[in-house]
């Protein structure tokens, strides 16, 4: 009787810790797996930080332009909600694939964007009665595609064409007279050969391509390049200087 006691108690002792070692196992393995599924979430995916309260002007203009301000690629105002609204929860918005859309920066006035082969770019400017000018530049292979708008209140106000704000810059290189027939120069003038650039604050530098030089176009171009600063009360860039800007030609 006493050996089928003990041989009881035995049976019972190694049952009891064979099902605690099994009831310690299985939660080690799920706390392993769960690590690893939030490891590789976190490698796939790029966080890109925004300040909310201190971009909001910007991303609510954002959220404002129609889509066809993005003419070489599509910014649904679906997906720019998406965006918008995990920057204001967050103060970033996770990227999973930047090699499409690429932020290169982000202020409070400016933000530019790599779209894979090309380049999209906003910039806006305050006026005096607290509405902004908006500039957007779509630039791709063949040039460069420009919208402007102005702001106000959540309403957004479309211009023509850039003759609005840079008082037809085209018209302005030009001599008024001239030693020798301009016209085929002139002409050539309509080509997209004109870079324009918006980083230096409430100014935009817009210049010629490589071949417009002083040498060969002097009798006919007070310059190949003219740098315009904003005028908050007119609500537009006026003329700072044209100027003849050194080119190497290819």
Not at 207 to 220: D, G, H, P, R, V
Request: proline fraction near 3%; include cysteine.
């Amino acid at each position: 009787m006493k050996q089928l006691l003990v041989i009881l108690l035995t049976f019972t002792i190694i049952s009891c810790k064979n099902k605690t070692q099994n009831t310690i196992s299985k939660p080690s393995e799920t706390v392993k797996f769960t690590n690893l599924k939030n490891s590789q979430k976190s490698n796939s995916a790029h966080k890109v930080t925004i300040d909310f309260k201190k971009n909001k002007d910007l991303l609510d203009i954002i959220l404002l332009l129609p889509d066809s301000t993005f003419s070489s690629w599509e910014w649904k105002l679906e997906d720019r909600t998406k965006w918008y609204n995990e920057i204001k929860d967050h103060n970033y918005y996770i990227d999973n694939d930047p090699n499409f859309f690429n932020q290169k920066y982000f202020e409070p006035h400016k933000a530019g964007f790599s779209i894979v082969d090309g380049f999209w770019s906003i910039n806006i400017y305050k006026t005096s009665e607290n509405s902004y000018i908006v500039i957007t530049d779509d630039i791709v292979g063949d040039g460069n595609s420009l919208n402007f708008y102005e702001a106000y209140s959540n309403i957004l106000k479309q211009y023509l064409d850039e003759k609005t704000i840079f008082s037809d810059f085209k018209e302005q290189l030009k001599k008024k007279e001239n030693t020798e027939n301009c016209e085929d120069k002139f002409e050539e003038m309509n080509d997209p050969i004109f870079e324009f650039d918006f980083t230096t604050s409430n100014k935009v530098e817009i210049e010629s391509s490589w071949y417009l030089t002083k040498e060969n176009y002097e009798n006919c171009l007070t310059g190949n390049a003219i740098t315009y600063h904003f005028n908050p009360k007119t609500k537009k860039f006026e003329v700072e200087k044209i100027y003849w800007k050194p080119k190497n030609e290819n």
